[in-house]
Protein backbone atom coordinates (compact mmCIF):
# COMPACT_ATOMS: atom_id res chain seq x y z
CA UNK A 1 0.00 0.00 0.00
CA UNK A 2 1.40 3.41 -1.06
CA UNK A 3 1.84 5.62 1.77
CA UNK A 4 -0.61 8.34 2.89
CA UNK A 5 2.59 11.30 3.35
CA UNK A 6 5.59 10.90 2.08
CA UNK A 7 8.76 13.27 2.09
CA UNK A 8 11.27 12.61 -0.64
CA UNK A 9 14.44 14.55 0.29
CA UNK A 10 12.84 17.95 1.46
CA UNK A 11 14.59 20.88 2.26
CA UNK A 12 13.67 24.24 3.06
CA UNK A 13 15.39 27.57 3.22
CA UNK A 14 14.60 31.36 4.40
CA UNK A 15 17.57 33.15 2.81
CA UNK A 16 20.48 31.57 4.51
CA UNK A 17 19.07 29.71 6.98
CA UNK A 18 18.24 25.87 6.09
CA UNK A 19 15.28 25.04 8.45
CA UNK A 20 15.15 21.34 7.06
CA UNK A 21 17.36 19.67 5.86
CA UNK A 22 17.53 16.38 2.88
CA UNK A 23 14.28 14.78 4.86
CA UNK A 24 12.42 11.59 3.69
CA UNK A 25 10.24 9.74 5.61
CA UNK A 26 7.45 7.93 4.91
CA UNK A 27 3.35 8.02 6.82
CA UNK A 28 1.28 4.64 6.23
CA UNK A 29 -2.64 4.80 6.61
CA UNK A 30 -3.53 4.56 10.11
CA UNK A 31 -0.82 5.01 11.90
CA UNK A 32 0.14 8.06 13.99
CA UNK A 33 3.85 9.16 13.32
CA UNK A 34 4.95 11.93 16.02
CA UNK A 35 7.64 14.48 15.40
CA UNK A 36 9.98 15.44 18.07
CA UNK A 37 11.61 18.10 18.74
CA UNK A 38 13.26 20.94 20.53
CA UNK A 39 12.32 24.39 19.50
CA UNK A 40 13.57 25.06 16.51
CA UNK A 41 13.76 21.78 15.06
CA UNK A 42 11.72 22.29 12.51
CA UNK A 43 8.87 20.09 13.08
CA UNK A 44 6.41 22.40 12.99
CA UNK A 45 7.79 23.39 9.54
CA UNK A 46 7.83 20.33 8.51
CA UNK A 47 4.07 19.80 9.06
CA UNK A 48 3.02 23.15 7.48
CA UNK A 49 4.70 21.15 4.52
CA UNK A 50 1.58 19.00 4.46
CA UNK A 51 -1.01 21.20 3.94
CA UNK A 52 0.73 23.32 1.95
CA UNK A 53 0.91 25.90 4.38
CA UNK A 54 4.55 26.14 2.99
CA UNK A 55 6.39 24.48 -0.21
CA UNK A 56 9.63 22.63 0.14
CA UNK A 57 12.67 24.74 -1.42
CA UNK A 58 13.66 21.56 -2.83
CA UNK A 59 12.49 18.01 -3.22
CA UNK A 60 8.98 17.01 -2.93
CA UNK A 61 6.05 16.34 -0.19
CA UNK A 62 3.75 13.98 -1.55
CA UNK A 63 -0.12 13.29 -0.23
CA UNK A 64 -1.85 10.29 -1.44
CA UNK A 65 1.13 9.93 -4.17
CA UNK A 66 0.64 13.56 -5.48
CA UNK A 67 3.19 16.66 -5.05
CA UNK A 68 1.76 19.28 -2.47
CA UNK A 69 2.74 21.54 -5.53
CA UNK A 70 0.75 19.81 -7.70
CA UNK A 71 -2.49 19.33 -5.18
CA UNK A 72 -5.57 22.58 -5.30
CA UNK A 73 -4.31 24.08 -1.98
CA UNK A 74 -7.52 24.38 -1.20
CA UNK A 75 -9.26 21.04 -1.86
CA UNK A 76 -6.07 19.50 -0.05
CA UNK A 77 -6.65 21.41 3.25
CA UNK A 78 -10.35 21.14 3.47
CA UNK A 79 -9.23 17.15 3.45
CA UNK A 80 -6.30 17.46 5.73
CA UNK A 81 -7.63 18.38 10.01
CA UNK A 82 -5.61 20.82 11.55
CA UNK A 83 -5.14 21.33 14.92
CA UNK A 84 -2.65 23.99 16.63
CA UNK A 85 -1.36 25.21 20.14
CA UNK A 86 -3.12 28.32 19.95
CA UNK A 87 -6.29 26.66 18.78
CA UNK A 88 -7.15 28.98 16.29
CA UNK A 89 -11.28 29.49 16.78
CA UNK A 90 -12.88 31.93 15.13
CA UNK A 91 -13.54 34.56 18.40
CA UNK A 92 -17.23 36.02 16.37
CA UNK A 93 -18.58 32.63 15.43
CA UNK A 94 -19.95 30.35 17.85
CA UNK A 95 -18.62 26.61 19.04
CA UNK A 96 -21.24 25.36 16.76
CA UNK A 97 -20.06 27.51 13.23
CA UNK A 98 -16.70 26.82 14.17
CA UNK A 99 -16.87 23.26 14.20
CA UNK A 100 -19.42 23.24 11.00
CA UNK A 101 -16.82 25.57 9.33
CA UNK A 102 -15.27 23.25 6.83
CA UNK A 103 -18.66 21.22 6.09
CA UNK A 104 -19.93 24.73 5.49
CA UNK A 105 -17.40 25.73 3.14
CA UNK A 106 -18.16 22.22 1.44
CA UNK A 107 -21.81 23.31 1.00
CA UNK A 108 -23.23 20.77 3.09
CA UNK A 109 -26.92 20.75 3.11
CA UNK A 110 -27.49 23.24 6.95
CA UNK A 111 -29.04 20.31 8.21
CA UNK A 112 -26.51 18.02 7.45
CA UNK A 113 -24.08 20.24 9.24
CA UNK A 114 -26.22 20.88 12.31
CA UNK A 115 -25.66 16.58 12.64
CA UNK A 116 -22.30 16.52 12.27
CA UNK A 117 -21.61 19.04 14.86
CA UNK A 118 -23.69 17.69 16.81
CA UNK A 119 -22.46 14.57 16.72
CA UNK A 120 -18.42 15.61 16.68
CA UNK A 121 -19.25 18.01 19.99
CA UNK A 122 -20.84 14.88 21.35
CA UNK A 123 -17.69 13.14 20.34
CA UNK A 124 -15.37 15.63 22.69
CA UNK A 125 -17.55 15.48 25.59
CA UNK A 126 -19.04 18.96 25.08
CA UNK A 127 -22.68 18.56 24.84
CA UNK A 128 -24.04 20.44 22.20
CA UNK A 129 -27.42 21.94 24.00
CA UNK A 130 -24.81 23.34 26.65
CA UNK A 131 -22.35 24.71 24.45
CA UNK A 132 -22.99 24.90 20.80
CA UNK A 133 -23.78 28.70 21.49
CA UNK A 134 -21.31 29.83 23.05
CA UNK A 135 -18.30 31.74 21.65
CA UNK A 136 -14.91 30.64 22.07
CA UNK A 137 -13.91 33.64 25.21
CA UNK A 138 -16.88 31.54 27.42
CA UNK A 139 -14.72 28.12 27.12
CA UNK A 140 -11.84 27.16 29.46
CA UNK A 141 -8.39 26.38 27.60
CA UNK A 142 -9.21 22.80 27.37
CA UNK A 143 -12.60 22.90 26.14
CA UNK A 144 -11.25 25.46 23.25
CA UNK A 145 -9.01 22.87 22.33
CA UNK A 146 -11.80 19.62 22.03
CA UNK A 147 -13.51 22.34 19.50
CA UNK A 148 -10.46 22.69 17.94
CA UNK A 149 -10.49 19.07 17.36
CA UNK A 150 -14.12 18.61 16.44
CA UNK A 151 -13.51 21.23 13.85
CA UNK A 152 -10.88 19.37 12.50
CA UNK A 153 -12.44 16.20 12.53
CA UNK A 154 -15.30 18.10 11.23
CA UNK A 155 -15.67 16.79 6.99
CA UNK A 156 -13.92 13.84 7.89
CA UNK A 157 -10.80 14.46 6.75
CA UNK A 158 -8.75 10.85 5.68
CA UNK A 159 -5.32 12.97 7.24
CA UNK A 160 -4.93 15.33 10.66
CA UNK A 161 -1.90 17.54 11.62
CA UNK A 162 -1.65 18.59 15.18
CA UNK A 163 0.69 20.87 16.18
CA UNK A 164 1.59 20.66 19.92
CA UNK A 165 -1.96 21.02 20.56
CA UNK A 166 -2.03 20.64 24.01
CA UNK A 167 1.09 22.15 25.15
CA UNK A 168 -0.55 25.23 26.28
CA UNK A 169 -3.10 22.85 28.87
CA UNK A 170 -2.30 22.33 32.42
CA UNK A 171 -1.39 18.33 33.35
CA UNK A 172 -4.64 17.08 34.14
CA UNK A 173 -6.14 18.96 31.35
CA UNK A 174 -3.30 17.97 28.99
CA UNK A 175 -3.43 13.73 29.98
CA UNK A 176 -7.60 14.11 29.80
CA UNK A 177 -7.13 15.27 25.74
CA UNK A 178 -4.17 12.65 25.48
CA UNK A 179 -7.00 10.00 26.26
CA UNK A 180 -9.51 11.38 24.29
CA UNK A 181 -6.83 11.33 21.32
CA UNK A 182 -6.04 7.88 22.02
CA UNK A 183 -10.11 7.01 21.75
CA UNK A 184 -10.55 8.80 18.93
CA UNK A 185 -7.76 7.24 16.86
CA UNK A 186 -9.20 3.71 17.98
CA UNK A 187 -12.56 4.76 16.34
CA UNK A 188 -11.74 6.89 13.64
CA UNK A 189 -8.50 4.93 12.59
CA UNK A 190 -6.97 8.14 10.61
CA UNK A 191 -3.65 8.76 9.81
CA UNK A 192 -2.02 11.53 11.90
CA UNK A 193 1.11 13.53 12.23
CA UNK A 194 1.59 15.19 15.85
CA UNK A 195 4.05 17.41 16.82
CA UNK A 196 5.47 17.95 19.90
CA UNK A 197 8.16 18.07 22.04
CA UNK A 198 7.23 16.33 25.08
CA UNK A 199 8.98 12.94 25.06
CA UNK A 200 6.62 11.27 27.37
CA UNK A 201 3.35 12.75 25.37
CA UNK A 202 5.48 11.23 22.10
CA UNK A 203 5.41 7.59 23.63
CA UNK A 204 2.49 7.38 24.68
CA UNK A 205 0.53 8.66 21.39
CA UNK A 206 2.72 8.12 18.27
CA UNK A 207 2.82 4.80 16.71
CA UNK A 208 6.29 5.81 14.82
CA UNK A 209 8.36 8.59 16.78
CA UNK A 210 10.25 10.66 14.16
CA UNK A 211 13.37 12.71 16.02
CA UNK A 212 14.25 15.86 14.31
CA UNK A 213 17.43 17.94 15.38
CA UNK A 214 18.25 20.85 13.43
CA UNK A 215 16.18 20.38 10.62
CA UNK A 216 17.09 16.83 9.95
CA UNK A 217 15.72 13.15 11.28
CA UNK A 218 18.03 11.54 13.37
CA UNK A 219 15.65 8.60 14.46
CA UNK A 220 12.93 7.11 13.33
CA UNK A 221 11.41 4.17 15.08
CA UNK A 222 8.67 2.83 17.29
CA UNK A 223 8.27 3.73 21.01
CA UNK A 224 9.99 0.76 22.36
CA UNK A 225 12.49 1.27 19.65
CA UNK A 226 12.92 4.40 20.87
CA UNK A 227 13.33 3.82 24.69
CA UNK A 228 16.88 1.70 23.42
CA UNK A 229 17.64 4.52 21.08
CA UNK A 230 21.68 5.66 21.00
CA UNK A 231 22.02 9.00 19.41
CA UNK A 232 22.89 11.83 21.38
CA UNK A 233 19.64 13.68 20.72
CA UNK A 234 17.33 10.71 21.59
CA UNK A 235 19.37 10.35 24.46
CA UNK A 236 18.94 13.42 25.72
CA UNK A 237 15.13 13.31 25.71
CA UNK A 238 15.33 10.31 27.00
CA UNK A 239 17.11 11.70 30.04
CA UNK A 240 14.09 14.15 30.64
CA UNK A 241 12.29 10.57 31.61
CA UNK A 242 14.71 9.48 34.03
CA UNK A 243 15.01 12.75 35.64
CA UNK A 244 11.06 12.78 36.18
CA UNK A 245 11.63 9.44 37.81
CA UNK A 246 14.08 10.34 39.96
CA UNK A 247 12.10 13.67 41.02
CA UNK B 1 -30.96 88.59 15.20
CA UNK B 2 -31.33 89.88 11.66
CA UNK B 3 -34.78 88.38 10.20
CA UNK B 4 -34.19 84.79 8.14
CA UNK B 5 -31.29 83.76 10.11
CA UNK B 6 -32.58 80.69 11.60
CA UNK B 7 -33.27 79.94 7.90
CA UNK B 8 -29.82 80.17 6.45
CA UNK B 9 -28.88 78.27 9.62
CA UNK B 10 -30.84 75.53 8.30
CA UNK B 11 -29.96 75.44 5.13
CA UNK B 12 -26.64 75.91 5.70
CA UNK B 13 -26.15 73.22 8.24
CA UNK B 14 -27.80 71.04 5.51
CA UNK B 15 -24.94 72.01 2.92
CA UNK B 16 -22.37 71.20 5.41
CA UNK B 17 -24.00 68.17 6.44
CA UNK B 18 -24.44 67.22 2.89
CA UNK B 19 -20.76 67.98 2.14
CA UNK B 20 -19.63 66.04 4.67
CA UNK B 21 -21.28 63.14 3.79
CA UNK B 22 -20.10 62.96 0.50
CA UNK B 23 -16.27 63.62 1.72
CA UNK B 24 -16.87 60.49 3.80
CA UNK B 25 -18.31 58.33 1.44
CA UNK B 26 -15.47 58.74 -0.81
CA UNK B 27 -12.68 58.72 1.69
CA UNK B 28 -14.27 55.45 3.16
CA UNK B 29 -15.12 53.47 0.65
CA UNK B 30 -11.25 54.63 -0.79
CA UNK B 31 -9.66 54.10 2.34
CA UNK B 32 -11.35 50.72 3.27
CA UNK B 33 -10.50 49.71 -0.31
CA UNK B 34 -6.93 51.26 -0.17
CA UNK B 35 -6.49 49.58 3.64
CA UNK B 36 -7.30 46.12 1.85
CA UNK B 37 -5.22 46.55 -0.74
CA UNK B 38 -2.66 47.39 1.49
CA UNK B 39 -2.59 43.95 3.14
CA UNK B 40 -2.37 42.04 0.11
CA UNK B 41 0.74 44.60 -1.09
CA UNK B 42 2.90 45.25 1.87
CA UNK B 43 5.40 46.78 -0.63
CA UNK B 44 2.76 49.93 -0.90
CA UNK B 45 2.30 50.23 2.41
CA UNK B 46 4.92 52.95 2.76
CA UNK B 47 4.04 54.64 -0.43
CA UNK B 48 0.07 55.02 0.09
CA UNK B 49 0.70 56.00 4.21
CA UNK B 50 3.27 58.25 3.40
CA UNK B 51 0.62 60.23 0.76
CA UNK B 52 -2.08 60.15 3.22
CA UNK B 53 0.36 61.71 6.05
CA UNK B 54 2.04 63.89 3.96
CA UNK B 55 -1.92 65.36 3.00
CA UNK B 56 -2.24 65.35 6.75
CA UNK B 57 0.36 67.80 7.60
CA UNK B 58 -0.25 69.95 5.04
CA UNK B 59 -2.10 73.31 6.70
CA UNK B 60 -6.15 72.97 6.11
CA UNK B 61 -6.80 76.16 4.72
CA UNK B 62 -3.38 76.08 2.32
CA UNK B 63 -4.66 72.74 1.34
CA UNK B 64 -8.00 74.21 -0.07
CA UNK B 65 -5.84 77.15 -1.49
CA UNK B 66 -3.25 74.69 -3.41
CA UNK B 67 -6.50 72.91 -4.96
CA UNK B 68 -7.69 76.06 -6.66
CA UNK B 69 -5.09 76.61 -9.38
CA UNK B 70 -5.19 72.32 -10.38
CA UNK B 71 -6.96 72.04 -13.83
CA UNK B 72 -10.35 69.79 -14.06
CA UNK B 73 -10.29 68.70 -9.76
CA UNK B 74 -9.30 72.62 -8.90
CA UNK B 75 -11.19 75.95 -8.76
CA UNK B 76 -13.31 77.85 -6.94
CA UNK B 77 -16.59 75.53 -5.39
CA UNK B 78 -18.01 72.71 -4.04
CA UNK B 79 -16.29 70.26 -5.40
CA UNK B 80 -12.94 71.41 -5.03
CA UNK B 81 -13.64 71.31 -0.88
CA UNK B 82 -15.29 67.54 -1.04
CA UNK B 83 -11.63 66.74 -2.80
CA UNK B 84 -9.83 68.33 0.09
CA UNK B 85 -11.65 66.94 2.47
CA UNK B 86 -11.37 63.17 1.02
CA UNK B 87 -7.63 64.00 1.05
CA UNK B 88 -7.80 64.65 4.82
CA UNK B 89 -10.21 61.68 5.68
CA UNK B 90 -8.48 59.19 4.23
CA UNK B 91 -5.39 58.43 6.52
CA UNK B 92 -7.35 57.54 9.00
CA UNK B 93 -9.41 55.44 7.62
CA UNK B 94 -6.68 53.92 5.41
CA UNK B 95 -4.60 53.39 8.81
CA UNK B 96 -7.31 51.67 10.84
CA UNK B 97 -8.27 49.49 8.04
CA UNK B 98 -4.78 48.13 7.61
CA UNK B 99 -4.40 48.25 11.63
CA UNK B 100 -7.64 46.42 12.28
CA UNK B 101 -6.91 43.80 9.56
CA UNK B 102 -3.58 42.87 10.65
CA UNK B 103 -4.38 42.90 14.00
CA UNK B 104 -6.20 39.62 13.52
CA UNK B 105 -4.85 36.91 15.90
CA UNK B 106 -2.29 35.17 13.50
CA UNK B 107 -3.47 31.97 14.81
CA UNK B 108 -6.83 32.44 13.43
CA UNK B 109 -5.63 33.44 10.15
CA UNK B 110 -3.39 30.67 9.80
CA UNK B 111 -6.47 28.21 10.86
CA UNK B 112 -8.55 29.77 8.53
CA UNK B 113 -6.46 29.78 5.55
CA UNK B 114 -5.32 25.91 6.76
CA UNK B 115 -9.32 24.95 6.99
CA UNK B 116 -9.33 25.75 3.14
CA UNK B 117 -10.47 29.50 2.98
CA UNK B 118 -10.28 31.10 -0.48
CA UNK B 119 -8.76 34.75 -0.18
CA UNK B 120 -12.03 36.09 -0.63
CA UNK B 121 -13.69 34.00 2.31
CA UNK B 122 -10.49 34.97 4.65
CA UNK B 123 -11.16 37.88 3.91
CA UNK B 124 -14.86 38.31 4.50
CA UNK B 125 -15.91 36.14 6.71
CA UNK B 126 -12.56 36.32 9.00
CA UNK B 127 -10.71 39.86 8.62
CA UNK B 128 -13.20 42.48 7.82
CA UNK B 129 -15.32 41.13 11.03
CA UNK B 130 -13.10 41.14 13.18
CA UNK B 131 -11.65 44.74 11.60
CA UNK B 132 -14.69 46.18 11.95
CA UNK B 133 -14.38 48.23 15.40
CA UNK B 134 -11.19 49.18 14.34
CA UNK B 135 -12.40 49.97 10.95
CA UNK B 136 -15.44 52.50 12.11
CA UNK B 137 -13.58 54.01 14.78
CA UNK B 138 -11.32 55.25 11.91
CA UNK B 139 -14.55 56.21 10.30
CA UNK B 140 -15.77 57.79 13.46
CA UNK B 141 -12.49 59.85 13.39
CA UNK B 142 -12.45 61.55 10.19
CA UNK B 143 -15.95 61.87 10.23
CA UNK B 144 -15.97 64.34 13.30
CA UNK B 145 -12.81 65.68 11.56
CA UNK B 146 -14.25 66.47 8.51
CA UNK B 147 -17.36 68.28 10.19
CA UNK B 148 -14.82 70.85 11.55
CA UNK B 149 -12.64 71.63 8.70
CA UNK B 150 -15.70 71.57 6.22
CA UNK B 151 -16.05 75.10 8.07
CA UNK B 152 -13.18 76.19 5.76
CA UNK B 153 -14.75 75.28 2.66
CA UNK B 154 -16.27 78.67 2.76
CA UNK B 155 -12.71 80.12 2.16
CA UNK B 156 -12.71 78.58 -1.06
CA UNK B 157 -16.84 79.25 -2.40
CA UNK B 158 -17.76 75.87 -1.18
CA UNK B 159 -20.45 77.13 1.48
CA UNK B 160 -21.75 74.93 4.42
CA UNK B 161 -21.47 76.43 7.96
CA UNK B 162 -18.26 78.03 7.37
CA UNK B 163 -20.09 81.02 5.40
CA UNK B 164 -21.36 82.07 9.02
CA UNK B 165 -18.31 82.11 10.27
CA UNK B 166 -16.29 84.04 7.60
CA UNK B 167 -18.75 86.20 7.49
CA UNK B 168 -18.40 86.70 10.84
CA UNK B 169 -15.03 87.09 11.31
CA UNK B 170 -14.94 89.76 8.46
CA UNK B 171 -17.66 92.18 10.67
CA UNK B 172 -16.58 91.01 13.68
CA UNK B 173 -19.68 89.83 14.49
CA UNK B 174 -19.74 87.10 18.01
CA UNK B 175 -23.34 85.53 17.06
CA UNK B 176 -23.02 85.25 13.38
CA UNK B 177 -19.58 83.02 14.06
CA UNK B 178 -21.48 81.38 16.78
CA UNK B 179 -24.11 80.54 14.10
CA UNK B 180 -21.81 78.68 12.33
CA UNK B 181 -19.72 76.79 15.43
CA UNK B 182 -22.43 76.00 17.20
CA UNK B 183 -24.25 74.03 14.62
CA UNK B 184 -20.76 72.18 13.65
CA UNK B 185 -20.41 71.19 17.15
CA UNK B 186 -23.22 69.59 17.67
CA UNK B 187 -23.73 68.08 14.48
CA UNK B 188 -19.88 66.79 15.26
CA UNK B 189 -21.07 65.26 18.66
CA UNK B 190 -24.42 63.56 17.02
CA UNK B 191 -21.78 62.01 14.39
CA UNK B 192 -19.24 61.29 17.35
CA UNK B 193 -22.02 59.41 19.58
CA UNK B 194 -24.02 57.83 16.85
CA UNK B 195 -20.74 55.97 15.72
CA UNK B 196 -19.37 55.34 18.79
CA UNK B 197 -22.67 53.26 18.99
CA UNK B 198 -22.42 51.87 15.86
CA UNK B 199 -19.30 50.48 16.33
CA UNK B 200 -19.98 48.68 19.68
CA UNK B 201 -23.02 47.29 18.14
CA UNK B 202 -20.88 46.01 15.13
CA UNK B 203 -18.29 44.57 17.05
CA UNK B 204 -18.31 40.81 16.78
CA UNK B 205 -16.76 39.99 20.20
Given at each position: ?19 LHDLSFE ?33 EVLVDDM ?181 | ?205
Amino acid sequence: MSPVVAFRHVSYRIGQRELLHDLSFEVQAGETLVLLGRSGSGKTTALKMINGLLRPTSGEVLVDDMPTTAWDPIRLRRRTGYVIQEVGLFPHFTVSDNVGLVPRLEGWPPPDVRARTEALLAQVGLPYAQFAARYPRELSGGQRQRVGVARALAADPPLLLFDEPFGALDPVTRLELQRQFLALRRDLRKTAIFVTHDVREALVLGSRIGLLHQGSLVQLAPPQEFLRASTPEAKAFLACLDWKREG
Amino acid sequence: MPVGLPREILDLTLEHLGMVFVSVFIAATAGIAGGILLTRRPVWQGWLLGFANVMQTVPSLALFGFLIPIPLIGGIGKHTAIIALVLYALLPILRNTLAGIMGVDPAVRESAIAMGMTGRQLLWEVELPLAARTILAGVRVATVTTIGTATIAAAIGGGGLGVFIFRGLASVDTTLILAGAVPAAAIALLADGGLGWAEKKFSPV
